[in-house]
T-cell receptor
Framework: QQPVQSPQAVILREGEDAVINCSSSKALYSVHWYRQKHGEAPVFLMILLKGGEQKGHEKISASFNEKKQQSSLYLTASQLSYSGTYFCGTEYSPDSWGKFQFGAGTQVVVTP | NAGVTQTPKFQVLKTGQSMTLQCAQDMNHEYMSWYRQDPGMGLRLIHYSVGAGITDQGEVPNGYNVSRSTTEDFPLRLLSAAPSQTSVYFC??????????FGSGTRLTVV
């Protein structure tokens, strides 16, 4: 089942903060976060695993609440380069490759 | 640089034509998948593979075939193109406990 992202869109001024949420109706094994700029491919930001492990390319801040089956991505002191569409993706077990699903995305616009 | 290579970047097909979208990765990833992305629909899984010789259907497999004869290559074949298959197609690969690396995408238009 597709994870639910909120909000659908957010507009920020440079330096402001925002939170993007991703929730599931089933218990999660992992949550991924990706950013996609217009006309480009999605880029992996972070994976949060059951048990508390987090791995990622950038200094992105995120949390994973296993009991609530939800994750939040924190955009702190936003920069113009943060603009894009953010997707979460979820897995329910270590071997559920085929069940991986992306959320519908959250469009983020950062203005000067 | 290591990554996922997709070809072609753009393609226009006539209804009923067939074609193959190529995908290759050089990261020795076990898992490869094909997604399509339509406006307002996010990324939807077409087919996936967990290793050479092993493929399975995703959420929207109808009208597409895949094969995986090597770890590196995972081509997607459109059997008889339809206007509903107009989309942006992404190939992606990953290893366990890490995220997907996506190819640059193929913009397909079926007329």
């Amino acid at each position: 089942q597709q994870p639910v992202q909120s909000p659908q869109a957010v507009i920020l001024r440079e330096g402001e903060d925002a939170v993007i949420n991703c929730s599931s109706s089933k218990a999660l094994y992992s949550v991924h976060w990706y950013r996609q700029k217009h006309g480009e491919a999605p880029v992996f930001l972070m994976i949060l695993l059951k048990g508390g492990e987090q791995k990622g390319h950038e200094k992105i801040s995120a949390s994973f609440n296993e009991k609530k089956q939800q994750s939040s991505l924190y955009l702190t002191a936003s920069q113009l380069s943060y603009s894009g569409t953010y997707f979460c993706g979820t897995e329910y077990s270590p071997d559920s490759w085929g069940k991986f699903q992306f959320g519908a995305g959250t469009q983020v616009v950062v203005t000067p | 640089n290591a990554g996922v290579t997709q070809t072609p970047k753009f393609q226009v097909l006539k209804t009923g034509q067939s074609m193959t979208l190529q995908c290759a990765q050089d990261m020795n990833h076990e898992y490869m998948s094909w997604y399509r992305q339509d406006p307002g629909m996010g990324l939807r899984l077409i087919h996936y593979s967990v290793g050479a010789g092993i493929t399975d259907q995703g959420e929207v497999p109808n009208g597409y075939n895949v094969s995986r004869s090597t770890t590196e290559d995972f081509p997607l074949r459109l059997l008889s193109a339809a206007p509903s298959q107009t989309s942006v197609y992404f190939c992606a690969s990953r290893s366990r406990s890490w995220g997907y690396t996506f190819g640059s995408g193929t913009r397909l238009t079926v007329v």
